[in-house]
């Protein structure tokens, strides 16, 4: 049972390019979210998803957008990338759908856009 | 919607001794309140939580007491050893999708 995986571990992007943050998890969790934590901030929601095919925005969902076509994965995707997007962002399922309950993260990408 | 203030940003102890994180919430509505542990390079991961119709939680070194009439709710471990050295976060909400994180304490547990 590997939880939560996230690709790549790091990355280094130039102003404009686009790239794709991988998640999958194998617990058969409905619930899927990717957070983005900054210095200082803690971290904040991007988007959501409860289930395949059903997305959500969360508090900062400017400049990404997601999918979900299949239960296991949730990518995140930054069509433009700018030095505002330089983050770690962590991807996190759980099993709960709606009421609040455990989230389980992986271990995060670090990614720096210059 | 939701603000979470979370207090001390660094905190140190020695070995042994106990060590107190505090958050304040601003929407009543929120009912559940859980606590992660983020060590270097890692993911965070629940060490604790605590939902509204419970005032205080406990888990052998780790527990969480919760005032819902004040809006706080405070993670307490008791004998602190080196590997408890991480950022803890603390976080309210009311649902997966709209939990908001504090802004995490640096805790070092000095040998």
């Known amino acids: 049972n590997a939880g939560v995986t996230q690709t790549p571990k790091f990355q280094v992007l130039k102003t404009g390019q686009s790239m794709t943050l991988q998640c999958a998890q194998d617990m058969n969790h409905e619930y899927m979210s990717w957070y983005r934590q900054d210095p200082g901030m803690g971290l904040r929601l991007i988007h959501y998803?409860?289930?395949?095919?059903?997305?959500d925005q969360g508090e900062v969902p400017n400049g990404y957008n997601v999918s979900r076509s299949t239960t296991e994965d949730f990518p995140l995707r930054l069509l433009s990338a700018a030095p505002s997007q330089t983050s770690v962002y962590f991807c996190?399922?759980?099993?709960?759908?709606?009421?609040?309950?455990?989230?389980?993260f992986g271990p995060g990408t670090r990614l720096t856009v210059l | 919607g939701e603000n979470v203030e979370q207090h001390p940003s660094t905190l140190s102890v020695q070995e042994g001794d106990s060590a107190v994180i505090k958050c304040t919430y601003s929407?009543?509505?929120?009912?559940?309140f859980p606590w992660y542990k983020q060590e270097l390079g890692k993911g965070p991961q629940l060490i604790i939580d605590i939902r509204s119709n419970v005032g205080e939680k406990k888990d052998q070194r780790i527990a969480v007491t919760l005032n819902k009439t004040a809006k706080h709710f405070s993670l307490h471990i008791t004998e602190t050893q080196p590997e408890d050295s991480a950022v803890y976060f603390c976080?309210?909400?009311?649902?997966?999708?709209?939990?908001?994180f504090g802004a995490g304490t640096r805790l070092t547990v000095k040998p």
């Open positions: 976080a309210a909400s009311r649902g997966n999708n709209d939990m908001r």
């Open positions: 996190a399922s759980s099993y709960s759908q709606g009421t609040a309950d455990t989230q389980y």
């Open positions: 998803s409860v289930g395949a095919g059903i997305t």
């Open positions: 929407d009543s509505a929120s009912n559940y």
